[in-house]
């Protein structure tokens, strides 16, 4: 049985993401994946395997400083997988190609697990964690442990044996869950739509422009000197 609690991750309408796919595959995970370091970036309804509901809450619509989350880095191997990301809020989460996505909170124990609904194109999500999901994402979390290392610059990736921990001692870190609803890239740059309603994009000459429809809100990111960021 999968256990879980409920909690709210801050979402609103959208469209299906990742579209705009590389042909090109190397056939390494490092070779393949073309990376990225930039600077913004959750409520559910669902039931699946036992899993968790999340359901929509009016409060995490609110504007506030917990909602200004953004892309720090980002990965980009959706020739074969998705797109990996890192957020400013320590979480990790994947855009796989089939518009399903993962959000790992900051614990590294709980994640979220998103899929769509066609009937009314809301997003669905699910609550785990590494001791207790289904069978069927088992290779979707092989993956999120890859794209955390790769971004984490770890040799090797995380572990991903389900060990009996007590969710008492792996607490949440978030309140609200934020992840890429929706992104693209063209020659010029990257676009994600992040379920804040944040809208991020990243150039190639590293200037970067993020809006809020929430806190109304732009702002412009001017060539950051690397490992740092100004706004």
Not at 58 to 73: I, L, M
Request: proline residues 3%; without cysteine; aromatic residues 10%.
């Amino acid at each position: 049985m999968i256990a879980g609690m409920q909690r709210p991750l801050a979402t609103t309408d959208g469209v299906r993401g990742g579209d705009r796919q590389h042909q090109t595959d190397r056939g390494n995970f490092a070779q393949s994946a073309k990376t990225g370091v930039g600077a913004t970036g959750g409520a559910m309804a669902g039931s699946k395997n036992g899993g968790s509901q999340m359901k929509q809450n009016a409060a995490s619509k609110t504007p506030s400083k917990e909602n200004e989350v953004w892309v720090r880095k980002w990965v980009d191997y959706s020739s074969k997988y998705g797109l990996g990301y890192y957020l400013s809020n320590d979480a990790t989460g994947v855009f796989f190609n089939d518009s399903t996505k993962i959000v790992l909170d900051p614990n590294g124990y709980h994640f979220d697990y998103v899929e769509r609904r066609t009937a009314d194109r809301q997003d669905f999500g699910y609550q785990y964690n590494l001791a207790e999901y289904p069978k069927d994402l088992q290779k979707k979390m092989t993956l999120l442990q890859h794209f955390r290392s790769y971004l984490e610059g770890s040799d090797k990736p995380r572990t991903n044996e389900k060990v009996a921990v007590d969710p008492a001692k792996k607490p949440h870190k978030l309140v609200d869950v934020v992840y890429v609803k929706k992104w693209m890239r063209t020659r010029h740059a990257i676009m994600f739509r992040l379920s804040n309603k944040v809208v991020q994009v990243n150039f190639q000459d590293h200037t970067e422009i993020m809006l809020s429809s929430e806190t109304k809100v732009v702002t412009y990111v001017n060539k950051p000197v690397r490992g740092t960021r100004t706004r």
